[in-house]
């Protein structure tokens, strides 16, 4: 029985320098792509309507589900996430710079956490322990610069914020995309000006309206929609739609004929 001897140092560093050298010439490469997708960004840039929202969260989800979806075994999902929102992110200030508000009771440091991966390491994070003045705050920005990161939307604890999406002076707000993107959601971004729009593949609807003869289950199935009841406030409901909703779907007004009064899309989002 024989062994093959064990590499010389001058084998394994010939082979370290040249998995080095192709490194940097794929480092080269990258960089100049980088500035290709940045130059291609201004252009974008300048051709839109600089009062408008350069958030086009539905776009950015199916950028990023082509992505995973091509991506090498090597590369890990997370990672590739982690990059592209980078990009966006940039792509993003380019066009306008966005304030994230991380609002309401998430843990500082993991609300912090998602509104960074979601918005770029140098986004303006601000802080605000009320949710209401948050969305205050974002209804009152100008240039639709403002966004506000909250608790997920929920039945209790620091996602009961929602019923405040039914009152009139709240209703340009919208849920625009759920963080993190993968998994289960934590936060939600809130912002106005956003088009909700769909992404292509499981796209969910939030609907918010007063239920106040318990008719919910009834006018789901009337209007031809698969959802559920996420929260209950008195007779305020969040209800919870599997696919894109838009405000002008036959469907929809079919809902509110059926007996859910003042209802609402607030809200369009796709996991991952």
Request: aromatic share 4%; hydrophobic share 50%.
């Amino acid at each position: 029985m024989t062994c093959d001897p064990p590499p010389s140092a001058s084998g394994s560093d010939a082979a370290i320098a040249r998995a080095r050298a192709e490194i940097d010439r794929v480092d080269a490469a990258l960089l100049d792509l980088i500035g290709a997708r940045a130059e291609a960004v201004a252009a974008l840039a300048a051709a839109k309507d600089p009062m408008g929202s350069p958030l086009r969260p539905a776009r950015e989800v199916a950028l990023l589900r082509r992505l995973l979806a091509q991506a090498p075994k090597e590369v890990e999902p997370e990672t590739l996430i982690w990059v592209w929102r980078g990009l966006i992110a940039a792509s993003i200030r380019r066009q306008k710079p966005i304030e994230a508000i991380a609002a309401g009771g998430l843990d500082p440091v993991r609300q912090s956490e998602l509104a960074r991966l979601h918005f770029g390491p140098t986004a303006k994070i601000s802080r605000e322990s009320d949710v209401r003045v948050a969305l205050s705050r974002v209804v009152a920005a100008e240039n639709k610069d403002c966004v506000a990161v909250t608790p997920w939307p929920g039945a209790s604890g620091p996602g009961m914020w929602w019923p405040v999406l039914t009152e009139g002076r709240f209703q340009t707000l919208s849920v625009v995309a759920m963080l993190p993107m993968r998994g289960e959601p934590e936060a939600a971004v809130v912002t106005s000006g956003a088009p909700l729009e769909p992404s292509g593949a499981n796209d969910r609807a939030l609907i918010v309206g007063f239920d106040q003869r318990f008719r919910l289950d009834r006018a789901l199935a009337e209007a031809g929609l698969e959802g559920r009841l996420l929260a209950r406030a008195n007779a305020s409901v969040l209800v919870g739609v599997e696919g894109f909703l838009s405000p002008f779907d036959d469907r929809f007004k079919a809902l509110q004929a059926a007996g859910l009064d003042g209802a609402r899309v607030v809200g369009a989002f796709s996991p991952l």
